[in-house]
């Protein structure tokens, strides 16, 4: 089992830059991938960036060149460094773990709460 807790979230202007924090419980942490995924209103759930167990790196096309996963092991956290922020950023982040991990919701094992991102104009 692994617990996910994101942190981070809040408005912010446009071209500005937020960084996102998932907390992992669980001594099978660095067993698994980890990705974000964003939801808003009336929208799928869209799939931000995965990171590897190995460290290969996965952007959506929307944030390509202004998002950056990055995965700290010792302190079993993910982080979701965004910056040129713009207002179709706006949505509820989700971290997500699994074992093989894409570019699907459907392929991940477990999910945190979400946080909210809102980017004003």
């Known amino acids: 089992q692994v617990q996910l807790v994101e942190s981070g979230g809040g408005l912010v202007q446009a071209g500005g830059s937020l960084r996102l924090s998932c907390a992992a419980s669980?001594?099978?942490?660095?067993?698994?991938?980890m990705g974000w995924f964003r939801q808003a209103p009336g929208a799928e759930r869209e799939f931000v960036a995965y990171?590897?167990?190995?460290?290969?790196?996965y952007y959506g096309n929307s944030v390509k060149g202004r998002f950056t996963i990055s995965r700290d092991n010792a302190k079993n956290t993910i982080y979701l460094q965004m910056n040129s922020l713009k207002p179709e950023d706006t949505a509820v982040y989700y971290c997500?773990?699994?074992?093989?991990?894409?570019?699907?919701?459907?392929?991940?094992?477990?999910w945190g709460q979400g946080t909210q991102v809102t980017v004003s104009s």
């Open positions: 997500a773990a699994a074992q093989s991990p894409g570019y699907t919701a459907g392929e991940y094992d477990y």
């Open positions: 990171r590897t167990r190995i460290g290969g790196t």
């Open positions: 669980g001594r099978t942490f660095s067993s698994y991938a």
